[in-house]
């Protein structure tokens, strides 16, 4: 069973930078599609970034275009995120998603396994 653990949460100041990791166990995400999608207090969860593969093509939603960027290691699967100028609204609960079968998609129904979850907020 596939089992993913997110972490590099925490607390930042508008303008920082975090990198969230999200480790697997269990398994490898090597050929698995890969989701980050965040969940802010009152709000749906909403797919952030998603890929398959490094050399193939990447989603992301209009508000984090140009300063977050998805990547994964290609031996185990371990996937990344690199947060850069964020800003409050930036601040939610942040979770990876895996999916073994079919493309990569912003979907959160899409997706059959999924971490816990890692805070993120960005604040003055």
């Known amino acids: 069973q596939v089992q993913l653990v997110e972490s590099g949460g925490g607390l930042v100041q508008p303008g920082g930078s975090l990198r969230l990791s999200c480790e697997v166990s269990?398994?490898?995400?090597?050929?698995?599609?890969i989701g980050w999608f965040r969940q802010a207090p009152g709000k749906e969860r909403e797919g952030v970034s998603c890929m398959r593969r490094n050399d193939g093509p990447t989603y992301y939603t209009d508000s984090v275009k140009g300063r977050f960027t998805i990547s994964r290691d290609g031996a185990d699967g371990t996937v990344w995120i690199e947060m850069n100028s964020l800003k409050p609204e930036d601040t939610a609960t942040y979770y990876c998603?895996?999916?073994?079968?079919?493309?990569?998609?912003?979907?959160?129904?899409?997706?059959?396994?999924w971490g816990q979850g890692t805070q993120v907020t960005v604040s003055s």
């Open positions: 269990g398994g490898t995400l090597v050929n698995y599609a």
């Open positions: 998603a895996a999916r073994p079968r079919g493309p990569f998609s912003p979907i959160p129904r899409h997706y059959d396994y």
